[in-house]
């Protein structure tokens, strides 16, 4: 299934080659969270990101919307977080490679994650305070279990990424779905944040063997 479900035009003028290349070009770049993120952009509309994902695979929440999907011995996972006028203010991927296989296993876990405060209304804030709120926001519990486990996947790095901040407390207890994450994570991973001209935050944990 593509994860790109707008459409492209005319079907009939779409060769069964192009479409067989955009399935491979998706799913070869990390599937539906990776594809997701790389195509929102921070300051768009639902006119923007609407369709970007299949409907099915999306869930909206109080903060935004968010998907999360396994295959395989990969797990990802997208958090979006709008503005009130529906605009996007943050964006949050998370994805986990776990193969146990002989005669070479591989782990890895990697939070990658771009937030405005500017769009948002909070310029008077670091990317301490944005870690700490967002993860206040991840860890309302919802009724559906899809949405907190891809806030649990996001959550899992925020928390890493706090703790190697100088062993300073995130403020926020995790959620049982989150604790079971952080179990699939080591914590010894690097850190990466900067700001760029515009004053938008990059924050980035890289944990690998």
Same mark, same amino acid.
């Given at each position: 299934?593509?994860?790109?479900?707008?459409?492209? /035009?005319?079907?009939?003028?779409?060769?069964? $080659?192009?479409?067989?290349?955009?399935?491979?070009?998706?799913?070869?770049?990390?599937?539906?969270?990776?594809?997701?993120?790389?195509?929102?952009?921070?300051?768009?509309?639902? =006119?923007?990101?609407?369709?970007?994902?299949?409907?099915?695979?999306? =869930? *909206?929440?109080?903060?935004?919307?968010?998907?999360? $999907?396994?295959?395989? +011995?990969?797990?990802?996972?997208?958090?979006?977080?709008?503005?009130?006028?529906?605009?996007? #203010? $943050?964006?949050?991927?998370?994805?986990? *490679?776990? =193969?146990?296989?002989?005669?070479?296993?591989?782990?890895?876990?990697?939070?990658?994650?771009?937030?405005?405060?500017?769009?948002?209304?909070?310029?008077?804030?670091?990317?301490?305070?944005?870690?700490?709120?967002?993860?206040?926001?991840? $860890?309302?519990?919802?009724? +559906?279990?899809?949405?907190?486990?891809?806030?649990?996947? !996001?959550?899992? /790095?925020?928390?890493?990424?706090?703790?190697?901040?100088?062993?300073?407390?995130?403020? *926020?207890?995790?959620?049982?779905?989150?604790?079971?994450?952080? #179990?699939?994570?080591? /914590?010894?991973?690097?850190?990466?944040?900067? !700001?760029?001209?515009?004053?938008?935050?990059? !924050?980035?944990?890289?944990?690998?063997?």
């Amino acid at each position: 299934m593509p994860c790109r479900t707008g459409k492209l /035009g005319n079907p009939h003028v779409c060769s069964r $080659g192009l479409i067989l290349a955009l399935l491979l070009l998706v799913f070869a770049s990390g599937g539906c969270a990776g594809w997701g993120y790389r195509s929102i952009k921070l300051g768009h509309g639902p =006119r923007d990101y609407d369709g970007v994902l299949p409907q099915d695979q999306v =869930r *909206v929440t109080e903060s935004g919307f968010c998907h999360v $999907g396994t295959a395989k +011995d990969r797990t990802e996972a997208l958090a979006v977080q709008l503005t009130d006028d529906r605009r996007v #203010a $943050g964006k949050w991927s998370a994805t986990l *490679v776990d =193969r146990q296989r002989w005669p070479r296993s591989e782990h890895s876990y990697h939070l990658v994650g771009e937030f405005s405060p500017t769009l948002a209304g909070l310029d008077q804030v670091g990317p301490l305070d944005v870690l700490r709120d967002t993860l206040e926001q991840l $860890g309302r519990l919802n009724a +559906d279990p899809f949405v907190n486990q891809a806030h649990a996947w !996001i959550a899992a /790095g925020m928390f890493r990424i706090v703790e190697r901040w100088h062993g300073l407390s995130a403020g *926020v207890e995790p959620t049982s779905e989150a604790t079971e994450c952080l #179990a699939h994570t080591v /914590g010894d991973g690097v850190v990466r944040i900067t !700001i760029d001209p515009a004053g938008v935050y990059h !924050i980035e944990y890289l944990e690998e063997d």
